[in-house]
């Protein structure tokens, strides 16, 4: 009874449990913990970070952040090639022109062809690739592809991101059978995964099911947060507002969550550089202090063959 009176005045206040239907725990992730898992994997950490512009939609800068003036700004389509010594690791894989087109909405936007050959040749010379998440403009060049027999099996995806793709994908376009998502290496982690010598997975739902960031810390103590599209534009960190987007959704406290997150590392962590993957003025801006690689390094290795 008197259980009942008191679930009855908690209805009556409005009482709802935060994320009942999934019962996830707030995300809660720590910068001492990202760094000792990067330690894990022995081996010589990488080199440098290179980042290169395939296409670019036009989008006023009020869908990033939300309250901004609707000012005219660049949304970059971008990959990223994490260089070692020994070789390179593909965090996201550019798209095709005809998923682009998908982005345009009937709008014919800027397709650099001769970078998106780019991407796909440092796929094909990666050895290996992640995605920061399973929406088109990052995943299509692991999917979409004719080298996809050579490239799935080097291409790590998450048991979430497999999820999305099969059931409920961006577009058709990038939409997998069971029998495709076979050939790719699925894993799934709960918090943290070391990738690589320096290298962390992140796990970030909100922006998508699948969604990760991603850590590297390079052999000069620099550091990196790839963050994917937690935020289109370093604005929504800086102000801690989300987007402002009716075509996309997302678990916006999730998000928020993040947003928090990184606004103190932000400002408190002034050698780590997070990176949004559409801000073409951070972009820029990175690439002109040295922080980042304006292109990508193709040039392919050549195996040095043991004296006899
Ligand atoms: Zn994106």
New binding site residues.
Partial sequence: MTALLLAAALFHMGYAPARAQNDLPEWRVSLSEIRATAALIPGRRPLRVNILKFAESRRTKNFSIKGAPADPSVQA?TAFQVMYADGHIMVDAGMDQQVHRFFGRGVEEPYNMEAAGQVERALTTAKLIVVT?E?G??VAGVIRTSRVRELAPRTILTRSQVQTLLTTPQMPEIKLTEEMAARYLVMDYDRYFPLAAGVVLIKAPGHTPGSQMVYIVLESGREYLLI??AAWHMDGVRLLKGKDAPWITEDQSAVMSQLKWLNELARSEPRLFIVA??DDEEHAELIKKGMLGGRFELRRLTSRLPKT
């Fill in positions: 389509r998440h929406h403009d990052h994917g599209d993957s559409h």
